[in-house]
Nanobody, 115 residues
Framework: QVQLVESGGGLVQPGGSLRLSCSASGSIFSINRMDWNRQAPGKQRELVAGIGSGGSTTFADSVKGRFTISRDSAKNTVYLQMNSLKPEDTAVYYC?????????WGQGTQVTVSS
């Protein structure tokens, strides 16, 4: 059974930084892609960033130039480095793992950007 565990969330001031991590464990035969999504209060969940098995990355326009995504394939871990954080980045951030047959989600980690 695949398990995803996110960590690194917390309360930061505008302009600050956080680094989120997501580690996957269990019976994983193939990871095609790992994404970070977020859901802000009163809003739908949205894709923030993603990284494919070949290392290609994508970002939402709202975070380009501020966020970076990386992975450590040996550890089945993906990271989201968030810089220059804004109040509108406040959300629960979810890790999403795309395997060949199924998508798996973590429990989410809260990021709050406030002074």
């Amino acid at each position: 059974q695949v398990q995803l565990v996110e960590s690194g969330g917390g309360l930061v001031q505008p302009g600050g930084s956080l680094r989120l991590s997501c580690s996957a464990s269990g019976s994983i035969f193939s990871i095609n892609r790992m994404d970070w999504n977020r859901q802000a209060p009163g809003k739908q969940r949205e894709l923030v960033a993603g990284i494919g098995s070949g290392g290609s990355t994508t970002f939402a326009d709202s975070v380009k130039g501020r966020f970076t995504i990386s992975r450590d394939s040996a550890k089945n871990t993906v990271y989201l480095q968030m810089n220059s954080l804004k109040p509108e980045d406040t959300a629960v951030y979810y890790c999403n793992l795309h395997s060949r047959y199924e998508n798996y989600w973590g429990q989410g980690t809260q990021v709050t950007v406030s002074s």
